[in-house]
T-cell receptor
């Protein structure tokens, strides 16, 4: 059982469409990070959210941390082919010791 | 500034052999963590080292070991390789213990066990 559940697992959309990726848990996290990973490469950090209800924007990407710090979402506006990749959320909790717990990821494919 | 560097980038080994993977963290970072990512899954935590001491261990067998050197670089060793050890091995660098600060990943080492 994944501690962090990501949905959907796979998303294929046309260029210009909007999309939302979800990261849910029954546990509270002290912080949550979103990464984007391309095939054969390491994950690249996009954002870190630490405060319940926090919203952060990175160009066309909007990240939100749930009020209870159990869930997060990533919204992409007007998706472009360059957004294609694996999107991973990762959470940290003191109870988990010194590690990040990752979701299984959402594979996004944006077609031109 | 150089990011996190890992070597080698690709490696093919035979079952039963051992392997050593290397990681150099971002300059000034004192923590290195290792993760295993198999195809279709998110990374799974293996070890974290901070100031040359082990500060966390994931649910991996004793065939996996690691160490951190005085210059904060790190090695991950895997003995008696199994086919199931085939994966992308990722090194993450952070200024403090992961969970207290952001982690930055290297490009990974793709290990194939045949």
């Amino acid at each position: 059982t994944q501690l962090l559940e990501q949905s959907p697992q796979f998303l294929s959309i046309q260029e210009g469409e909007n999309l939302t990726v979800y990261c849910n848990s029954s546990s509270v996290f002290s912080s949550l990070q979103w990464y984007r990973q391309e095939p054969g490469e390491g994950p690249v950090l996009l954002v870190t959210v630490v405060t319940g209800g926090e919203v952060k924007k990175l160009k066309r990407l909007t990240f939100q941390f749930g009020d209870a710090r159990k869930d997060s979402s990533l919204h992409i506006t007007a998706a472009q082919p360059g957004d294609t990749g694996l999107y991973l959320c990762a959470g940290a909790r003191p109870e988990y010791g010194n590690k990040l717990v990752f979701g299984a990821g959402t594979i996004l494919r944006v077609k031109s | 500034d150089a990011g996190v560097t890992q070597s080698p980038t690709h490696l093919i080994k035979t079952r039963g052999q051992h392997v050593t993977l290397r990681c150099s963290p971002i300059s000034g970072h004192k923590s290195v963590s290792w993760y295993q990512q198999v195809l279709g899954q998110g990374p799974q935590f293996i070890f974290q080292y901070y100031e040359k001491e082990e500060r966390g261990r994931g649910n991996f067998p004793d065939r996996f070991s690691a160490r951190q050197f005085p210059n904060y670089s790190s090695e991950l060793n895997v003995n008696a390789l199994l086919l199931g050890d085939s994966a992308l091995y990722l090194c993450a660098s952070s200024s403090l213990l992961v969970g207290h600060t952001e982690a930055f990943f290297g490009q990974g080492t793709r290990l194939t066990v045949v």
